[in-house]
Protein backbone atom coordinates (compact mmCIF):
# COMPACT_ATOMS: atom_id res chain seq x y z
CA UNK A 1 0.00 0.00 0.00
CA UNK A 2 1.97 3.32 -1.01
CA UNK A 3 0.37 6.16 1.30
CA UNK A 4 1.59 10.02 0.23
CA UNK A 5 2.06 12.32 2.82
CA UNK A 6 1.95 15.79 1.71
CA UNK A 7 2.52 18.88 4.90
CA UNK A 8 4.62 21.85 3.98
CA UNK A 9 5.67 21.26 8.32
CA UNK A 10 8.42 18.94 9.28
CA UNK A 11 7.13 18.22 12.38
CA UNK A 12 3.71 17.14 10.82
CA UNK A 13 4.75 14.82 8.74
CA UNK A 14 7.32 13.62 11.61
CA UNK A 15 4.15 13.41 13.52
CA UNK A 16 2.73 10.76 10.71
CA UNK A 17 5.54 8.91 9.98
CA UNK A 18 6.20 7.74 13.32
CA UNK A 19 2.16 6.99 14.09
CA UNK A 20 2.55 5.02 10.71
CA UNK A 21 5.74 2.99 11.82
CA UNK A 22 4.16 1.46 14.81
CA UNK A 23 0.67 0.21 12.58
CA UNK A 24 1.42 0.82 9.21
CA UNK A 25 5.24 -0.41 9.04
CA UNK A 26 4.55 -3.17 5.78
CA UNK A 27 3.62 0.65 3.57
CA UNK A 28 5.16 1.93 1.77
CA UNK A 29 5.63 5.91 2.37
CA UNK A 30 6.71 8.91 0.47
CA UNK A 31 7.00 12.51 1.81
CA UNK A 32 6.71 16.09 0.36
CA UNK A 33 6.81 19.46 1.47
CA UNK A 34 4.61 21.05 -1.05
CA UNK A 35 1.23 20.51 -3.04
CA UNK A 36 2.84 20.84 -6.26
CA UNK A 37 6.11 18.72 -5.64
CA UNK A 38 3.30 16.08 -5.04
CA UNK A 39 1.67 16.60 -8.69
CA UNK A 40 4.71 16.45 -10.00
CA UNK A 41 5.52 13.33 -8.35
CA UNK A 42 2.02 12.06 -9.82
CA UNK A 43 2.91 13.14 -13.16
CA UNK A 44 6.14 11.52 -13.67
CA UNK A 45 4.46 8.14 -12.50
CA UNK A 46 4.06 7.71 -8.62
CA UNK A 47 0.59 5.73 -8.16
CA UNK A 48 -0.09 6.66 -4.71
CA UNK A 49 -3.61 3.97 -2.83
CA UNK A 50 -3.62 7.11 0.26
CA UNK A 51 -2.63 10.50 0.28
CA UNK A 52 -2.48 12.24 3.86
CA UNK A 53 -2.91 15.79 3.07
CA UNK A 54 -2.54 18.95 5.00
CA UNK A 55 -5.02 21.43 4.02
CA UNK A 56 -2.99 24.84 5.93
CA UNK A 57 -0.04 24.87 3.30
CA UNK A 58 1.84 27.87 1.91
CA UNK A 59 1.57 28.41 -1.48
CA UNK A 60 -0.93 25.76 -3.19
CA UNK A 61 -3.06 25.08 -0.40
CA UNK A 62 -4.51 21.42 0.24
CA UNK A 63 -7.62 22.20 -1.47
CA UNK A 64 -5.65 23.28 -4.64
CA UNK A 65 -3.84 20.36 -4.69
CA UNK A 66 -6.74 17.80 -3.93
CA UNK A 67 -8.53 19.36 -6.93
CA UNK A 68 -5.46 18.96 -9.06
CA UNK A 69 -4.71 15.29 -7.77
CA UNK A 70 -8.27 14.24 -9.01
CA UNK A 71 -7.49 15.03 -12.17
CA UNK A 72 -4.61 12.76 -11.87
CA UNK A 73 -4.94 10.13 -10.07
CA UNK A 74 -8.03 7.80 -7.58
CA UNK A 75 -6.16 8.28 -4.79
CA UNK A 76 -8.47 7.96 -1.36
CA UNK A 77 -7.75 11.66 0.29
CA UNK A 78 -7.56 12.17 3.75
CA UNK A 79 -7.14 15.61 4.54
CA UNK A 80 -5.31 16.76 7.93
CA UNK A 81 -5.98 20.07 9.56
CA UNK A 82 -6.03 22.02 12.72
CA UNK A 83 -9.02 23.90 12.14
CA UNK A 84 -12.16 21.61 12.06
CA UNK A 85 -14.41 24.50 10.19
CA UNK A 86 -12.31 23.09 7.22
CA UNK A 87 -13.43 20.04 7.24
CA UNK A 88 -17.13 20.75 5.44
CA UNK A 89 -14.62 22.07 2.55
CA UNK A 90 -12.59 19.05 2.14
CA UNK A 91 -15.72 16.77 1.51
CA UNK A 92 -16.42 19.35 -1.47
CA UNK A 93 -13.15 18.15 -2.90
CA UNK A 94 -14.29 14.27 -2.50
CA UNK A 95 -12.28 13.61 0.88
CA UNK A 96 -12.68 10.06 1.79
CA UNK A 97 -12.29 11.10 5.85
CA UNK A 98 -10.04 13.77 8.05
CA UNK A 99 -7.85 13.77 10.63
CA UNK A 100 -7.55 16.84 13.23
CA UNK A 101 -4.32 18.13 14.72
CA UNK A 102 -2.36 16.96 16.56
CA UNK A 103 -3.12 13.55 14.75
CA UNK A 104 -4.40 10.88 17.37
CA UNK A 105 -2.62 7.75 16.53
CA UNK A 106 -6.46 5.54 17.34
CA UNK A 107 -7.91 8.03 15.19
CA UNK A 108 -5.02 7.33 12.54
CA UNK A 109 -5.32 4.03 12.97
CA UNK A 110 -8.60 3.62 12.45
CA UNK A 111 -9.42 5.85 9.87
CA UNK A 112 -6.48 4.60 7.84
CA UNK A 113 -7.55 0.66 8.34
CA UNK A 114 -11.41 1.83 6.26
CA UNK A 115 -9.31 3.91 3.86
CA UNK A 116 -6.96 1.01 3.09
CA UNK A 117 -10.13 -1.28 2.65
CA UNK A 118 -11.44 1.24 0.42
CA UNK A 119 -8.09 1.17 -1.28
CA UNK A 120 -8.85 -2.56 -2.11
CA UNK A 121 -12.41 -2.38 -2.97
CA UNK A 122 -11.68 0.73 -6.03
CA UNK A 123 -9.00 -2.15 -7.17
CA UNK A 124 -11.79 -4.75 -7.72
CA UNK A 125 -14.77 -2.25 -8.80
CA UNK A 126 -15.01 -1.52 -12.17
CA UNK A 127 -13.29 1.98 -13.15
CA UNK A 128 -15.82 2.70 -16.00
CA UNK A 129 -19.04 1.57 -17.34
CA UNK A 130 -19.65 1.39 -20.87
CA UNK A 131 -23.32 2.74 -22.01
CA UNK A 132 -24.46 2.68 -25.48
CA UNK A 133 -26.45 5.61 -26.13
CA UNK A 134 -27.09 7.45 -29.51
CA UNK A 135 -26.03 4.86 -31.42
CA UNK A 136 -22.45 4.84 -29.78
CA UNK A 137 -20.97 3.18 -27.46
CA UNK A 138 -19.36 5.45 -24.43
CA UNK A 139 -16.88 4.69 -21.32
CA UNK A 140 -18.20 6.59 -18.35
CA UNK A 141 -15.64 6.83 -14.98
CA UNK A 142 -17.86 5.87 -12.14
CA UNK A 143 -15.97 7.94 -10.07
CA UNK A 144 -17.96 10.75 -12.11
CA UNK A 145 -21.66 9.25 -11.76
CA UNK A 146 -24.09 11.14 -8.92
CA UNK A 147 -26.74 8.65 -9.00
CA UNK A 148 -29.09 6.90 -11.66
CA UNK A 149 -32.62 7.75 -12.17
CA UNK A 150 -35.10 4.76 -13.56
CA UNK A 151 -37.21 6.08 -16.41
CA UNK A 152 -39.11 2.97 -17.58
CA UNK A 153 -37.27 0.31 -19.80
CA UNK A 154 -34.32 3.66 -19.84
CA UNK A 155 -31.87 4.87 -16.94
CA UNK A 156 -30.77 8.37 -17.12
CA UNK A 157 -27.24 8.74 -15.54
CA UNK A 158 -26.62 11.71 -13.80
CA UNK A 159 -22.89 12.48 -13.59
CA UNK A 160 -20.52 15.33 -12.61
CA UNK A 161 -20.84 17.06 -16.06
CA UNK A 162 -23.81 15.46 -18.23
CA UNK A 163 -27.18 13.14 -18.27
CA UNK A 164 -27.15 10.59 -20.13
CA UNK A 165 -30.51 8.36 -21.29
CA UNK A 166 -30.05 4.79 -22.57
CA UNK A 167 -31.91 1.48 -22.16
CA UNK A 168 -30.66 -1.04 -18.96
CA UNK A 169 -32.07 -2.55 -15.71
CA UNK A 170 -31.57 -0.78 -12.80
CA UNK A 171 -30.78 -4.10 -11.00
CA UNK A 172 -28.43 -4.89 -12.99
CA UNK A 173 -26.70 -1.27 -12.76
CA UNK A 174 -26.78 -2.16 -8.86
CA UNK A 175 -25.31 -5.23 -9.61
CA UNK A 176 -22.43 -3.95 -11.47
CA UNK A 177 -21.70 -0.82 -9.35
CA UNK A 178 -21.49 -2.19 -6.32
CA UNK A 179 -20.94 -1.02 -2.78
CA UNK A 180 -20.26 2.40 -3.15
CA UNK A 181 -24.24 2.68 -4.50
CA UNK A 182 -26.89 2.32 -2.14
CA UNK A 183 -30.68 1.41 -3.82
CA UNK A 184 -32.28 4.48 -1.76
CA UNK A 185 -35.94 3.88 -3.45
CA UNK A 186 -37.10 1.57 -6.42
CA UNK A 187 -36.60 4.42 -8.91
CA UNK A 188 -33.26 5.89 -7.80
CA UNK A 189 -29.23 4.58 -7.21
CA UNK A 190 -27.05 6.81 -5.77
CA UNK A 191 -23.32 7.07 -5.09
CA UNK A 192 -22.44 7.48 -1.20
CA UNK A 193 -19.34 9.52 -1.90
CA UNK A 194 -21.92 11.96 -3.92
CA UNK A 195 -23.87 12.43 -1.12
CA UNK A 196 -23.84 16.04 0.67
CA UNK A 197 -26.77 15.45 3.19
CA UNK A 198 -30.53 14.18 3.57
CA UNK A 199 -33.43 14.09 5.62
CA UNK A 200 -36.63 12.08 6.55
CA UNK A 201 -37.85 11.66 2.85
CA UNK A 202 -34.99 12.48 0.89
CA UNK A 203 -31.15 12.40 -0.35
CA UNK A 204 -29.08 15.98 -1.80
CA UNK A 205 -26.02 14.97 -3.74
CA UNK A 206 -23.00 17.02 -4.32
CA UNK A 207 -24.47 19.51 -7.15
CA UNK A 208 -27.65 20.03 -5.28
CA UNK A 209 -30.39 17.35 -7.28
CA UNK A 210 -32.80 16.46 -4.57
CA UNK A 211 -34.07 12.37 -5.04
CA UNK A 212 -36.63 10.45 -3.14
CA UNK A 213 -35.64 8.14 0.12
CA UNK A 214 -38.09 5.92 0.57
CA UNK A 215 -39.55 5.55 3.96
CA UNK A 216 -39.14 1.95 4.86
CA UNK A 217 -35.49 2.12 3.78
CA UNK A 218 -34.56 5.82 5.93
CA UNK A 219 -32.82 3.61 8.97
CA UNK A 220 -30.65 1.29 6.91
CA UNK A 221 -29.51 4.07 5.16
CA UNK A 222 -28.80 6.23 7.77
CA UNK A 223 -26.52 3.03 9.64
CA UNK A 224 -25.16 2.64 6.25
CA UNK A 225 -23.84 6.38 5.34
CA UNK A 226 -22.72 6.61 8.86
CA UNK A 227 -20.56 3.72 8.83
CA UNK A 228 -19.10 5.72 5.34
CA UNK A 229 -18.29 8.17 6.83
CA UNK A 230 -17.68 7.06 10.92
CA UNK A 231 -14.15 7.81 12.20
Aim: hydrophobic letters at 40%.
Amino acid sequence: MNIAICDDEVRGRERILTLLEKEFSQAQTCEFDSGMKLLEKVKEGYSPDIVLLDIAMEGMDGMQTARELKKLSDAILIFVTGVKEQVFEAFDVGAFHYLMKPVDQDKMTNVLKRAMQEAEKRKAAPKYLLVKTEGSHRRIPVEDILYVENNGRKVILHTKSECLEYYERMNHLQEVLGDGFYRCHRGYLVALSAISGYDHDSITVAQGDKIYLAKQKYGEFVKLYCDFLKE
